[in-house]
């Protein structure tokens, strides 16, 4: 079946430097690709959306990066901070539904 | 505040005992939602509500059953529980409709962490 999913379940990153945090999806027909952070104890919490007709999308400290042609979602994080320790999580949506379906999750810890 | 809120928080229970996992959003959101989370399977959706009244099953439906009632209410109810329900369970909302072409976010509640004996 067709799922979204993460190419690493863990990373570690030296504070300061940037993190990249990857993705594979394999449902072309998907309109919406969505970067989740969810700190521990508490709920999924949004940090970015891309449109599909797009290849790039940037916010504060986040870039996301779309690649339709190999399927390959990325969240870069720039200058990463001890609050940017979180599991990570793709999602994709389609504009016809609501449904959300999510990866299995990156889980980045920052050293100090 | 804007949020959507859960309870209990946590629960510990035995097999066979019903349950119910309370689910509130007070940002007249349409569309709710309910996922559990497991280790290295992400969130996966339980069931879902377009809006009062209309419920419909998820990914993983089975053992659960829900009602929407009421806009800002969505429980989950556990009739029989079972030790595979050991879980992490998320409630959701989601604005539906608005501007064509732009992501509506989805908001998620707290977390009720079960165990269920």
């Known amino acids: 079946g067709e799922s979204v999913g993460l190419h690493l379940p863990t990373l570690s990153v030296q504070e300061g430097d940037n993190s990249i945090i990857n993705c594979a999806y394999s449902?072309?027909?998907?309109?919406?690709f969505i970067w989740y952070k969810q700190e521990s104890g508490k709920g999924p919490q949004f940090i970015i959306d891309?449109?599909?007709?797009?290849d790039k999308r940037q916010g504060q400290r986040v870039t996301v990066l779309l690649n339709k042609t190999v399927k390959h979602l990325s969240l870069q994080i720039a200058a990463t901070q001890p609050g940017d320790s979180a599991v990570y999580f793709c999602?994709?949506?389609?504009?016809?539904?609501?449904?959300?379906?999510f990866g299995a999750g990156t889980t980045v810890t920052v050293r100090a | 505040e804007a949020q959507v809120t859960q309870n209990p928080r946590y629960l510990i229970t035995v097999t066979g005992k019903k349950l119910t996992v309370t689910c509130s959003q007070n940002?007249?959101?349409?569309?709710m939602s309910w996922y559990r989370q497991d280790p290295g399977l992400g969130l996966r959706q339980i069931y879902y509500?377009?809006?009062?009244?209309?419920?419909d099953k998820g990914d993983v439906p089975e053992g659960y059953k829900v009602s929407r009632k009421e806009k800002r209410n969505f429980p989950l109810i556990l009739e029989s529980p079972s030790p595979n329900q050991t879980s992490l369970y998320f409630c959701?909302?989601?604005?539906?409709?608005?501007?064509?072409?732009?992501?509506?976010?989805?908001?998620f509640g707290p977390g009720t962490r079960l165990t269920v004996l």
């Open positions: 959701a909302s989601r604005r539906a409709g608005g501007i064509p072409f732009q992501y509506n976010e989805q908001f």
């Open positions: 449902n072309s027909a998907s309109d919406y």
């Open positions: 891309i449109r599909s007709n797009m």
């Open positions: 999602a994709e949506n389609k504009s016809n539904d609501y449904k959300l379906s």
């Open positions: 940002m007249n959101h349409e569309y």
């Open positions: 509500s377009m809006n009062v009244e209309v419920t």
